[in-house]
């Protein structure tokens, strides 16, 4: 069952520009222990998205109230909040779209996240470039259309994850993580101004490794890069932290970076 506007049912008018044009933007936390990490840093989220959308936003308030409320007794569970520009306008024309749709849902936490922190992942590289798009860079909007479909080419696999790349070829994250790599004293991560989602643990770890020993780069580098890497992680709000063990045919054994931080992240 949704909370939807506040109201718990499960439809949603088929108008909705959600529905029609992915016209709205989401965010997806993990609640542990009965409660919602990285609280603040969602709404933040939602208010960038909604902003460079031109959505109007909901009041934080309220909306923080009803994620409690959808959270409350669920000790481990991924809570998501949806918003949609609402209905109205006719064709593209946002015009007559006066009240956002909220929803907000949760589903149970994926517990093979728990086994991937234990032993590690593969990741294959992916036949699925993202389209180079800085307008839209780094916000979570509900245009999943590339995910959806780099995702179908991880399940023909054995991997876990995916290195996906834009259309001119730079690294820029996995299906549905951010990715870090480390060479010596200095970790490595793409940047995210023209293709990718700007991950909350994502943001998290940066300003982590802003205050640790090791040097912190944001660049453009090809899916090769990795092949002189010591070690390589991924990440999101959910897993939170992963280590990587083969990245198509290169082998990892150092976690330094990953024990360092992988604590601070929990």
Not at 27 to 38: F, H, K, M, P, S
Not at 125 to 143: E, I, T, W
Not at 167 to 188: H, M, T, V, Y
């Amino acid at each position: 069952m949704f909370l939807i506007n506040g109201t718990w049912q499960d439809t949603l008018t088929a108008y909705d520009r959600g529905i029609q044009f992915g016209d709205g933007c989401f965010t997806t936390a993990w609640v542990n222990e009965g409660d919602i990490r990285l609280f603040d840093a969602h709404i933040n989220r939602l208010t960038e998205a909604c902003g460079r959308l031109s959505i109007p936003l909901p009041d934080s308030d309220m909306l923080r109230e009803e994620m409690r409320t959808v959270a409350n007794d669920h000790q481990q569970a991924v809570l998501k909040v949806i918003i949609t520009r609402g209905a109205g306008g006719r064709g593209y024309s946002s015009e007559g779209c006066k009240t956002p749709n909220r929803l907000i849902y949760t589903s149970p936490y994926p517990e093979h996240y728990r086994q991937w922190r234990e032993q590690g992942i593969t990741l294959t590289k992916s036949s699925v470039q993202l389209g180079r798009n800085p307008l839209l860079a780094g916000l979570k909007h509900l245009n999943r259309l590339e995910q959806v479909l780099i995702r179908r080419h991880l399940d023909t696999t054995t991997a876990q994850e995916a290195l996906v790349q834009d259309s001119d070829g730079w690294l820029i994250e996995c299906c549905a993580a951010n990715l870090f790599w480390r060479k010596g004293q200095r970790i490595f991560t793409p940047r995210l101004d023209n293709a990718g989602v700007n991950g909350l643990m994502r943001q998290h770890i940066l300003a982590l490794l802003a205050e640790s020993p090791w040097q912190v780069e944001e660049v453009y580098e090809p899916v090769s890069t990795l092949e002189t890497a010591d070690e390589v992680f991924i990440c999101n709000a959910l897993m939170p932290l992963v280590p990587v063990n083969l990245a198509m045919k290169t082998h990892y054994v150092s976690r330094d970076a990953y024990c360092y931080l992988a604590p601070l992240c929990e």
